[in-house]
């Protein structure tokens, strides 16, 4: 078990742990206790109802926290305002208050909704996550992002809004679906393309048991990617200094072919592999580094069973309709996409000013 | 004019000036532009469209920050999760971005709203007030709280979110219905009872120049006021000290008559001047005041047109509902209702554990 402490320096004493490691959602209900808690809501994804969602509500009566269940439809609709409009009234009507601990066991759609929810009831309820993917462990669950999407856009709608603890028990990994663990995976191996080398070395050293999830594998793979999450949200909370843009390493590309695809199509991880690939080579084509990190990238992420390629889709969307949405990224500074390109692996900058035939040729290669 | 400086010390290197006096919306447009802005959007009551809307519009033209205008029909049931999803889809499409200043112009329901949407689209957008009721001026433009009512309640749902700016222009006030500037008052009168005696007899000295709307009278109205109101904020931003609590001088019992005559049969202010007088009556009878205390205030309330008995409600609601209402409201510690009471003008405490009976009685009083 390794625990993670994350510091905010804006929140005057607020720091909380993140929590990772095997068997921690009998403990959940300790935790909150500890915490002052007198009274809990556990809001579930509802096809884990019968296994985590029963789980937490059983170790929160064990520590004396007496709690409802609130379910939620899995999938990415529920991310809506409909959806955060039903639990606020259904908090409403059981008589949730001020005192009142709310606990969110899912993926991110789960956590990103019920923490709005949590930051916005009676104007902010103590918050605590049972992330359940491998994706909400080791991105979505840290950082204090929440939020719903519009139709108009993803993540529209939404507060930073802290955690009081982050419990990362990689037991509830066991049973996602391959597809939906290697998508996870793309993040992981965006913090060592960032942040740091060595972890990208274990990661290449150590694929066969990452894919295998053996325990200890993925114990590690979640708690070093926490900690370097960790440390750029510390250093850049609201995202106002800049820090937190490395995160976003990938994303300008796979946003783009998440969107063009259309939502569902590619898991995020996947478009983000996609993007990671395609950013190295914007990298490299600017001279910003040698072809072979560019090769050693990819074959990490195709090793993890990600793709490289956007010709996983059929029809490849077009360059000009990829490069139209880039640009009305909420991201763009004055319409041009701002890209996050490797120097190195292990470190990045934030590179303005691309040349647009210079992203469209990328965007056109057909590997 | 006078400037009153908030500062948070929640909130590192937060501080916000809250401007008040004549001709200040003509200045609107520059403060933002100093602040920054180079692009507005406008939310305004429907029903000041062709005045202080188009006159903010037109102060931020000058000043070269481009905006759009958004109106919200006038009345309370725009203070809803269905008003505040209309909001964030138009923000959305018009393409308000994280760079996009945020102006109210109206009173508490477009203020509250608008705040609270301005807290959540993009996580958070900057956001100043341009309050237009003596009400919104003087109470709900300060302080930071932001928000919307489920059915089930008001101000469920919302978020502590701080202006960058206000202006309480008083010149607004000079069309306000009588009704709705008396209503105001309440929360001045309660300013006074709460922390300022001398305030309180300015008020007793200038009554008939305040209710006659005398510029000067009601810009030092507006003044003090916002001055009281700001240390309270500044010593408790987000009510976790008990500071803040002295705000709620005449809330508990106002709230209950508010509820149970049905919202919008009391005006605001009107419920909490009967609960200033109920308040009064209560700390007299537990021995906390002299009678003559309870007199003047109530002396003081009539003369500014306010109402202090339950009376003006046909039927009078029964003491047992109405403190049925008080012991569910989301104060109460443990189903017990907390009183604000005073110990003479100008200073109250927090009281706990009064007996119902007394509550009771003081209730059935028929005066």
Excluded at 10 to 25: I, Q
Excluded at 327 to 349: E, N, W
């Amino acid at each position: 078990m390794a625990v993670i402490r994350v510091t905010l320096p804006s929140v005057a004493g607020r720091s909380y742990d993140v929590v990772c490691g095997t068997g921690l959602v009998d403990g959940v209900g300790r935790h909150l206790r500890s915490a002052g808690a007198r009274r809990g809501v556990v809001v579930c994804d509802a096809a884990l109802e019968a296994t985590h969602g029963r789980a937490t509500v059983e170790s929160l009566a064990a520590a004396d926290v007496p709690c409802s269940m609130m379910l939620v439809p899995p999938g990415e609709a529920s991310k809506s305002v409909a959806a955060a409009a039903r639990l606020w009234d259904a908090f409403a009507h059981d008589g949730v208050d001020r005192t009142t601990h709310v606990v969110a066991v899912g993926g991110g759609v789960v956590g990103d909704l019920t923490g709005f929810v949590a930051a916005t009831f009676m104007r902010g309820l103590p918050f605590w996550q049972v992330p359940t993917t491998l994706v909400a462990q080791v991105d979505s669950s840290v950082g204090g992002k929440t939020g719903v999407n519009l139709e108009a856009g993803k993540n529209l709608v939404g507060a930073f809004w802290q955690p009081l603890g982050v419990f990362a028990d990689v037991d509830t990994l066991a049973s996602l679906p391959r597809r939906e663990f290697v998508s996870g995976l793309a993040e992981v191996v965006k913090y060592g393309m960032i942040l740091d080398a060595g972890f990208f070395q274990w990661l290449e050293d150590r694929a066969d048991d990452v894919l295998a999830r053996d325990p200890a594998a993925v114990t590690h793979v979640v708690t070093r990617s926490v900690e370097l999450k960790a440390r750029v949200v510390e250093a850049d909370e609201r995202e106002t200094s800049g820090a937190r843009a490395a995160l976003n390493y990938g994303h300008t590309f796979g946003h783009a072919y998440e969107a063009v695809a259309g939502y569902g199509r590619l898991l995020h991880g996947e478009a983000v592999s996609i993007g990671m690939a395609r950013a190295a080579r914007l990298a490299e084509a600017l001279g910003r580094i040698p072809e072979d990190i560019v090769t050693r990238q990819d074959r990490l992420l195709r090793r993890l069973g990600l793709p490289t390629s956007p010709t996983v889709l059929q029809p490849t969307p077009g360059p000009a309709e990829l490069l139209e949405v880039m640009t009305r990224d909420k991201k763009t500074v004055g319409g041009v996409p701002r890209f996050v390109l490797p120097d190195r692996i292990g470190s990045v900058a934030l590179v303005d000013g691309v040349p647009s035939h210079l992203v469209l040729r990328i965007l056109a290669l057909a590997e």
